[in-house]
């Protein structure tokens, strides 16, 4: 049979607050990915300096957003019961704290970088570089963020694709408990 015969409502979905940090978190995630891949294209100068001090500071952001996250979910956050096996269960959990970690090791790199590199932010404010002369260094730091980058971004793409599979093939509504709510009509 083709059907959805998952039984959906509001209260078998995510808080409000829970879905819109998770796309938020998303979109940063995807729009901070592209912006490092592409930063080299952007003409040297004014341009440069201004997407690398938007993504240092968009990189601050998402590090203020994943301990909100955290603490939420912690706390406050609605915890639904998982979908599928214990062993299912297991895998998401664990896919989840793994998220949170490569979310946290990037902002951390991306700190790291900014502080071996030195840095220019928005030709206003001047990071002094830790060891001006250590070209290697700095390579290392900066292949260290982009491999922590691809991996959370790889993994990220994973988990979407699980969720649609779930949606898709097993039918059981998951994606739609962190899908964002409609509004409420006039």
Same mark, same amino acid.
């Given at each position: 049979? %083709?059907? %959805?015969?998952?039984?959906?409502?509001?209260?078998?979905?995510?808080?409000?607050?829970?879905? &819109?940090?998770?796309?938020?978190?998303?979109?940063?995630? @995807?729009?901070?990915?592209?912006? $490092?891949?592409?930063? %080299?294209?952007?003409?040297? $100068?004014?341009?440069?300096?201004?997407?690398?001090?938007?993504?240092?500071?968009?990189?601050?952001?998402?590090?203020?957003?994943?301990?909100?996250?955290?603490? *939420?979910?912690?706390? %406050?956050?609605?915890?639904?019961?998982?979908?599928?096996?214990?062993?299912?269960?297991?895998? @998401?959990?664990?896919?989840?704290?793994?998220?949170?970690? +490569?979310? /946290? /090791?990037?902002?951390?790199?991306?700190?790291?970088?900014?502080?071996?590199? $030195?840095?220019?932010? &928005?030709?206003? &404010?001047?990071?002094? !570089?830790?060891?001006? $002369?250590?070209?290697? +260094?700095?390579?290392?730091?900066?292949?260290?963020?982009?491999?922590?980058?691809?991996? +959370?971004?790889?993994?990220? /793409?994973?988990? !979407?694709?699980?969720?649609?599979?779930?949606? *898709?093939?097993?039918?059981?509504?998951?994606?739609?408990?962190?899908?964002? @709510?409609?509004?409420?009509?006039?």
């Amino acid at each position: 049979m %083709d059907t %959805d015969t998952t039984p959906f409502t509001e209260s078998s979905s995510y808080d409000g607050k829970t879905r &819109f940090l998770h796309w938020m978190s998303a979109l940063f995630i @995807a729009a901070l990915w592209f912006a $490092g891949e592409f930063l %080299d294209w952007v003409p040297r $100068g004014t341009p440069r300096i201004s997407v690398r001090s938007t993504h240092i500071v968009a990189g601050l952001l998402l590090g203020a957003l994943l301990v909100i996250r955290v603490l *939420w979910r912690r706390n %406050d956050g609605v915890q639904l019961p998982s979908l599928g096996t214990v062993a299912a269960a297991r895998a @998401a959990n664990a896919t989840h704290h793994v998220l949170y970690v +490569l979310i /946290a /090791a990037m902002v951390v790199s991306g700190i790291a970088l900014v502080w071996i590199r $030195g840095d220019n932010l &928005f030709n206003v &404010f001047t990071v002094p !570089a830790f060891d001006p $002369g250590n070209k290697a +260094l700095r390579h290392d730091a900066k292949e260290l963020h982009g491999w922590i980058a691809n991996t +959370l971004l790889i993994l990220a /793409a994973l988990h !979407a694709a699980v969720a649609v599979w779930h949606q *898709w093939i097993l039918k059981d509504g998951l994606l739609r408990r962190m899908w964002p @709510a409609k509004p409420p009509l006039p």
